[in-house]
């Protein structure tokens, strides 16, 4: 195979004329700058894109923590309002009106229950009361990646 | 061509770079401005805002989960005077749903202070009337013409927790109200007020929503269950009311406790109010002790007061049951001469008898015997002239006269030891005789039973006071009193239970004199005598019919009694006896 002649000293001539020409080295300057641009926009894009986006979550829970305690309120009002349509006085009204009479005590009949306690009173706790706190959220939600991929480290490192 | 090229570049470059520059001098010129303060101001003046938050008042229950005081929803109805357009249609419809003077309402309207732009017109309004006037500006607002607004434009509606009593007048006494300030009063209320209390908070809230995790909490108030049977209770004032017609008394009471434990079951009094209108309070009642008189009012028990003096001679060994006296109607003790309640003499009689006839003279012989110092601190340790520890507000400590005081004197120690020259609220009564009933062991007696807060329900355990006198002492007793019940076919007996108890006619001092013509009559038993459960009092004051309590209070606490034990579930004693031996 024959290699071409070529003239090297005049080619690393034109390559570095080429390398020096000044609207080259513009237009590097010119390219630099709007990369420094574009990244600040983009930046600034996403940290006004987090940003409104933590605003609207925050307005968010004002208005649900406003509607909790007025949920809370129609709760208690609602509750009250049926203690009343259940008090004694309208509960004995009720039953005479429908044709019931107090019980006498002949008329009962005591019966065993094999295995009945009767409760003493009533239990009001709430057996199943979801509270949000930091050991309940994912991590998915207030872990940082520099924090997922440390936790991924350490995993690996003592499988 | 490129040096044209070139030129052109330089000048936008210096052009957008004087209009950067121009920019941050406006910035820098702005921020620096006289009027860059006021903005300043203005941002930190809208940074937080006050607000007022409304917990929700701890609930009560009765011990089978009944609401016996919760909430219910009352609105603030005001007028934004910045958006107001029609003070005349505000004033003319707010006048009219609320009851209110319209030329008043004008003048506030039309002549606020200086400086306002809110004006609270009315508070605490039912939301019916509230409704009615929302209901009244939507339907104005969807009339108006395109582009105006509704007359009532401007008034505003803000809704707030209100204390609410769904059973009324239903254990009032124990209840106690709240007032619209927020303050409880009497009874539960008062007693556990701080507990109970979600008080409003007003306090600066960050308008920034990224400091919305700022909102304050308040938290509610702790809900609270009750020993109180709600249905035992309407059954006793069903009876108390019936009683004071039958008998024609001026007051009374009935009380029921649960004598191994304390808790108190129901305390019905005849003065009762309907909470939800707690204004009436004075129309009601003359002085405070009326409002719970079980725990505040004192007075002279008369015969009742025999089991304890009867506990004492027999604990400290003085007599037995079947210790014999000879009645002679009439004894002198102090100077004094003391007689039966019939001015009879009833011969030789036995414990038995003294307790099953009631009889004065051998009350005097038996604290005569003990000595005023045995007497005395028998009686302490039953815990006359101290408080009981119940968990009400108001109750009075009573007065138990003893040798030493300025007032005591000899004929005391005879007139005390039935009842009389004593002064006791009918709660302690039922506290000493608790001891009668536990096997010696006195209770404290109590309407709290638990405590719920943030989901989880916290128990109060039951409180025992002092051993006065000993197991077997108690047993002979209760033995002693249900015999005497028996033996005397009292009104009290109740079909299918055995119960032991001892009626008290106490005569009334009148300016200084005891009135044979007024007494105070009463009845303290328990049931059933084996395995007690319940402890009744039954107090009806200066009854007409009758001025014995045998025949007024020992009847009324039969039908109480009756009603208990199928309200408690309590099977006749024969049933029990027989599924104890399975």
């Known amino acids: 195979m024959n290699i071409p002649n070529v003239n090297l000293p005049n080619v690393n001539h034109l390559i570095h004329a080429y390398r020096v020409a000044p609207w080259r080295v513009q237009r590097q300057w010119i390219g630099n700058a709007l990369l420094v641009v574009v990244v600040f926009a983009m930046v600034a894009a996403l940290y006004l894109n987090v940003t409104s986006r933590t605003a609207i979550a925050g307005r968010e829970i004002q208005d649900l923590t406003d509607a909790i305690a007025a949920s809370q309120q129609v709760s208690s009002d609602l509750q009250t309002q049926l203690a009343g349509l259940t008090s004694a006085a309208s509960m004995e009204k009720r039953a005479r009106e429908m044709g019931f009479r107090p019980v006498e005590p002949g008329e009962l009949e005591y019966l065993v229950v094999p295995g009945y306690v009767a409760k003493d009173a009533v239990d009001l706790s709430s057996s199943a009361q979801p509270q949000l706190n930091v050991l309940t959220i994912p991590p998915e939600y207030n872990q940082s990646l520099l924090d997922w991929v440390d936790e991924r480290l350490v995993t690996r490192r003592y499988q | ?582």
């Open chain 2, 1 to 582: 061509m490129r040096q044209q090229y070139g030129r052109r570049s330089q000048v936008l470059a210096g052009a957008l770079a004087f209009f950067a520059l121009a920019i941050v001098v406006q910035m820098t010129r702005i921020q620096n401005s006289p009027e860059a303060d006021i903005f300043r101001q203005l941002s930190k003046d809208y940074a937080y805002e006050w607000r007022t938050f409304y917990p929700n008042r701890g609930e009560i229950y009765d011990r089978n989960g009944r609401l016996l005081a919760g909430e219910k929803i009352v609105y603030e109805v005001g007028v934004d005077l910045t958006i107001m357009t029609d003070p005349h249609a505000i004033s003319f419809a707010v006048s009219d749903a609320l009851d209110m003077d319209y030329n008043q309402l004008m003048e506030v309207i039309q002549n606020p202070p200086e400086g306002i732009s809110y004006i609270v017109l009315a508070d605490y309004i039912e939301a019916s009337q509230a409704n009615y006037l929302q209901d009244l500006k939507k339907a104005l607002n969807e009339q108006a013409p395109e582009g105006s607004m509704g007359g009532l434009t401007g008034l505003q509606f803000k809704s707030h927790p209100q204390r609410s009593y769904p059973e009324n007048a239903l254990a009032s006494n124990i209840l106690g109200f709240v007032n619209r300030e927020g303050r409880g009063y009497f009874g539960v209320e008062e007693k556990y007020d701080s507990l109970l209390a979600g008080n409003p908070v007003t306090v600066l809230v960050p308008t920034d929503p990224n400091k919305a995790f700022e909102i304050p909490n308040a938290p509610n108030g702790t809900t609270l269950v009750l020993t109180i049977n709600r249905d035992l209770q309407a059954a006793a004032e069903d009876i108390l009311d019936t009683a004071l017609g039958t008998y024609g008394a001026q007051d009374g009471i009935i009380a029921i406790m649960d004598p191994k434990s304390g808790e108190m079951l129901a305390i019905a009094t005849s003065r009762r109010m309907d909470l939800n209108e707690f204004w009436n309070y004075d129309a009601v009642y003359d002085n405070a002790t009326e409002f719970n008189p079980v725990i505040s009012k004192t007075y002279e028990p008369g015969s009742v007061m025999k089991i304890l003096t009867m506990a004492a001679a027999l604990d400290s060994g003085t007599v037995t049951p079947e210790t014999t006296y000879l009645d002679t109607g009439e004894i002198l003790i102090g100077g004094v001469t003391i007689q039966n309640w019939d001015r009879n003499p009833w011969g030789v009689q036995n414990m038995v008898g003294c307790l099953q006839h009631s009889l004065n003279i051998c009350m005097v012989n038996l604290s005569t015997q003990m000595g005023a110092n045995t007497f005395y601190n028998y009686m302490d340790a039953f815990g006359f002239g101290h408080l009981t520890g119940v968990d009400l507000a108001w109750e009075a400590p009573g007065r138990l006269k003893v040798p030493g005081d300025a007032d005591w004197y000899p004929v005391d120690l005879g007139t005390n030891a039935f009842g009389q020259g004593v002064a006791v609220t009918p709660l302690q009564m039922m506290s000493a005789v608790s001891a009668v009933a536990n096997n010696g062991r006195m209770v404290i007696p109590h309407v709290l039973y638990a405590m719920v807060r943030d989901g989880r329900q916290y128990e109060v355990p039951d409180q025992f006071g002092t051993t006065p006198i000993s197991e077997q002492t108690a047993d002979t007793l209760s033995e002693m009193l249900a015999i005497s019940l028996e033996d005397e076919s009292s009104e009290a007996l109740v079909p299918g239970y055995r119960v032991a108890g001892k009626t008290g006619t106490a005569q009334i001092p009148v300016d200084g004199y005891y009135d044979s013509s007024q007494t105070n009559t009463s009845f303290i038993g328990w049931g059933p005598v084996d395995d007690p459960q319940f402890m009744i009092y039954v107090w009806l004051e200066r009854p007409t019919e009758s001025p014995w309590g045998s025949e007024t209070a020992a009847p009324v606490f039969s039908e109480m009694a009756q009603r208990a034990v199928i309200l408690l579930d309590i099977p006749p004693d024969a049933i029990r006896q027989q599924l104890a031996k399975k």
